[in-house]
């Protein structure tokens, strides 16, 4: 994969931002100059609720539908997949809006579903996490999950497929767990699922695990993987996987042996990998995994550093929640790979990822030195940080890269990076150019010109990219419109509609009190969609305007 050169971006006259104004935009709103952009949002799809209504929790319990992705039926297909972390995959019909269960992960307490083990009643993360489309699903059948197991719990780790006879387990075999020091309390498991009939409504086929890693805690999970989208049958990246595996809340404990974990080149959490997850692709440039059931390619940064995970892409990551790309309309092999990474307790970041970079965590938050007591400081003036191969053993310094956006845990800030995209879809022309993103509790949305996050990759801590606050129009069911300055009231009133009986929105949050829990997503045309989990509910983004 060809990266967008660090310096190969002219600055903007206002691209440059010290980090702390960052907060003062999302406090004051968009400075004089800014443009203001409302997005109009129409519900589009209500999911079943799987959480409980009557649950006011700062976890998890009180979510409503906890949905989490959005995928397009690959081949221009007539149906959405989507996710919910309680278990369940999803056929969602574009037509009718009918919903059919596809696969159910959650196995646990006559549940019915695959995996016994499966555990999703605790933790933002954890559950049903992911699922991806292999990028030749059309002619291969293939796409990828990742959920999350308990050991302790009783039961078998094999699936179970019960009720789901189409799954057939001949040759089905578990993997080792890929060990994370010092101790781990759950593990993340990669299968790969082959669907021999991809037009039937449930699943039909055979599954593969892929590998399944220790995890130290039950927060920052594996949570992401994506396809190159630029890539094409015959070039480099053609079905290499890119994966967001967060530091399992590591780097944020006072022990170093923990704390060391996301920095440390010998251990996968706290990174960005570069995997191949069919084995039967690329063999003649890469090698085969140490439980052989994918490879890694022999372009990888760390490939030739002794001790070091050659899995590794980019690393001194804490919570990697999303990766997105861009890729230029007028050169395809240009492309960006965007990290939105979840802050411990000041900064929320966006990162532009570089093959081998190192993003500080847990020794910086955003552009600021993390103390060990998880405060932050000024950067020092020396500002290196030792290659870390293992709790002992160090090559070198490095200068860490940061981020090219960044807000602070204030009012009119957040609790937690959801994700953005720079739009590239057609119905909304006026979007063109411009990147999108929103935090997770708050329910806050921001815009900035992508031209100004590639000018703020230059290597200078300082240089931010500008967030100008957005404007929710939601046109409601009944038939009005409200325009609102953040996600938070229209998922509110939909929980409270659908039967919420907390007074404020479920689940952990500082700032805000309780969580929209939004992400925004796209089909694959480009147009723009926004989840939420609190209310369970997708809307489209069906109009938008710039004034």
């Known amino acids: 994969m060809q990266q967008v050169a660090r310096n190969g971006a002219r600055r903007q006259p206002h691209a440059r931002r010290?980090?702390?104004a960052i907060a003062t935009v999302a406090l004051c709103g968009a400075p004089s100059w800014a443009q203001q952009l409302?997005?109009?949002v129409k519900d589009?799809?209500?999911f079943p609720i799987t959480g409980s209504a009557t649950k006011s929790s700062n976890n998890v319990a009180g979510l409503l539908a906890r949905i989490n992705f959005l995928r397009d039926e690959p081949g221009g297909g007539k149906r959405f997949f989507v996710?919910?972390?309680?278990?369940?995959?999803?056929?969602?019909?574009?037509?009718?809006?009918?919903?059919?269960?596809?696969?159910n992960f959650n196995g646990r307490d006559g549940q019915g579903g695959l995996f016994h083990k499966f555990r999703f009643e605790n933790g933002q993360g954890n559950g049903f996490v992911n699922f991806l489309f292999d990028p030749d699903y059309a002619h291969n059948g293939k796409f990828y999950t990742m959920h999350l197991e308990d050991p302790s719990l009783p039961g078998s780790i094999m699936p179970d497929n019960t009720n789901f006879p189409g799954l057939k387990l001949e040759g089905y075999k578990t993997t080792p767990g890929i060990v994370t020091p010092p101790a781990h309390r759950c593990e993340e498991v990669i299968i790969e699922w082959t669907d021999t009939n991809p037009s039937n409504s449930t699943f039909e086929g055979t599954a593969?695990?892929?590998?399944r890693l220790e995890l130290n805690t039950y927060s920052h999970v594996l949570g992401e993987m994506t396809f190159n989208p630029a890539a094409r049958p015959g070039d480099p990246d053609w079905r290499v996987m890119y994966v967001g595996c967060g530091d399992s809340a590591a780097g944020e404990q006072k022990d170093?042996?923990?704390?060391?974990?996301?920095?440390?080149?010998?251990?996968?959490?706290?990174?960005?990998?570069?995997?191949?997850?069919?084995?039967?692709?690329h063999a003649d440039t890469s090698t085969l995994s140490d439980n052989g059931q994918y490879r890694i390619p022999n372009d990888n940064p760390f490939v030739k550093v002794d001790g070091a995970r050659k899995e590794i892409w980019a690393y001194g990551l804490r919570n990697p929640t999303r990766l997105t790309w861009y890729v230029d309309p007028a050169d395809r092999t240009k492309v960006t790979l965007l990290a939105h990474v979840v802050g411990l307790h000041t900064w929320e970041t966006v990162d532009i990822i570089h093959k081998g970079a190192n993003y500080g965590y847990s020794l910086r938050e955003g552009n600021e030195l993390l103390k060990a007591d998880n405060n932050t400081a000024p950067l020092p003036a020396d500002d290196r940080i030792p290659m870390q191969i293992s709790d002992t053993k160090t090559n070198g310094m490095v200068t860490p890269t940061y981020p090219v956006i960044q807000y602070g845990h204030v009012a009119g800030g957040g609790d937690a990076m959801s994700g953005g995209y720079v739009y590239q879809g057609k119905a909304l022309p006026v979007l063109r150019g411009k990147y999108l993103l929103s935090d997770i509790t708050t329910g806050h949305v921001w815009y900035t010109d992508f031209k100004d996050m590639l000018a703020a990759d230059d290597g200078d801590p300082k240089t931010m990219a500008s967030l100008h606050v957005v404007n929710i129009l939601w046109a409601k069911p009944d038939g009005g419109q409200e325009t609102y300055g953040s996600m938070a009231p229209v998922t509110t009133a939909a929980y409270h509609t659908r039967g919420g009986k907390g007074e404020t929105l479920p689940g952990q949050a500082r700032v805000s009190g309780g969580r929209s829990d939004i992400h925004f997503l796209t089909d694959d045309s480009g147009e723009l969609y926004i989840m939420s989990k609190s209310d369970g509910v997708i809307r489209a983004v069906v109009g938008a305007t710039l004034k």
């Open 208 to 211: 593969r695990e892929v590998m």
């Open 18 to 20: 010290v980090g702390i």
């Open 256 to 281: 170093p042996t923990w704390r060391l974990n996301p920095q440390r080149l010998d251990v996968l959490i706290g990174k960005i990998w570069r995997i191949i997850p069919d084995p039967k692709e």
């Open 83 to 103: 996710n919910d972390m309680n278990g369940p995959l999803y056929i969602l019909d574009k037509q009718t809006k009918k919903i059919t269960t596809y696969l």
């Open 44 to 46: 589009y799809a209500t």
């Open 38 to 40: 409302t997005l109009e």
